[in-house]
């Protein structure tokens, strides 16, 4: 897979590329991550990338031409268009679905945005996914591409080592994970639950499917009303 993230702040991404999980991926040549700065492609002698907006009011908008020149340079040349994803709080949710799915794309753009976000005309110029990763608003798209890449970049085939399983964590069928344990078997006071050191393995699942939903229904309630209404069934 091929990632590439056009942002004015590259150097935000150094230690996320090369460090952990992503880190691992990377050299084990599962994806491919490269940052390209837009204002490289500003035509002004300020290298400008913003102008204030039409119409007044605060701040300052992302012009067009150099977001979208730095797009068709990249993509000159290549048979295939990348799934290309602007990062803006107006976007659609990000999920872990939505994870999933752009974890299978061969090629994909994240588009940072700044200052008061884009000029509008980037969504009918490029084709563009939109997304948000939650409703707060940050300074800039940058925190939200990391947060992006690490949840595809995590579930591409062989990134995770066969320790550390996608499959049983949170939202992966849709609903929270069940409390883990480990050593010491006591601790101030506090005892592990019993069938988990009883080595009865039908017991532990019924348990841990026990305390998934217990928990979702307790912490996300709005996660089982989704399943209830036609997501998708529990992997056991
Ligand atoms: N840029 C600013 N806020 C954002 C958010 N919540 N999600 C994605 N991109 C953003």
């Not at 709080?89 to 939505?98: D, L, M």
């Not at 707060?136 to 990134?159: K, W």
Request: net charge negative; proline share 7%.
């Amino acid at each position: 897979m091929r990632i590439n993230i056009l942002t004015l702040f590259p150097e935000l991404f150094g230690p996320f590329f090369s460090t952990s999980i992503v880190g691992r991926a990377v050299a084990a040549g599962l994806v491919s991550l490269r940052c390209m700065n837009f204002r490289e492609f500003a035509t002004d002698a300020h290298r400008s990338v913003d102008d204030r907006p039409f119409g007044g009011g605060p701040g300052m908008v992302l012009m067009c031409p150099p977001i979208v020149d730095a797009l068709e340079d990249l993509e000159s040349g290549e048979k295939e268009e990348p799934v290309r994803i602007l990062l803006t709080p107006q976007g659609e949710p990000f999920t872990q679905e939505i994870a999933a799915e752009l974890s299978s794309e061969p090629w994909l753009t994240l588009i940072c945005g700044h200052y008061e976000g884009f000029d509008d005309r980037i969504r009918s110029v490029k084709k563009v996914r939109e997304i948000s990763i939650g409703d707060f608003v940050l300074s800039g798209g940058e925190p939200a591409a990391i947060v992006l890449v690490d949840s595809v970049v995590r579930l591409l085939p062989g990134a995770l080592g066969h320790k550390e399983s996608a499959l049983d964590e949170s939202f992966a069928d849709g609903t929270l994970e069940y409390p883990q344990y480990t050593r010491p078997r006591e601790y101030r006071g506090l005892e592990v639950p019993e069938v988990l050191l009883s080595g009865d393995h039908g017991r532990i699942a019924a348990w841990r499917l026990e305390q998934s939903l217990l928990r979702t229904a307790q912490r996300r309630p709005d996660l089982l009303d989704r399943l209830a209404s036609g997501g998708r069934e529990r992997k056991q």
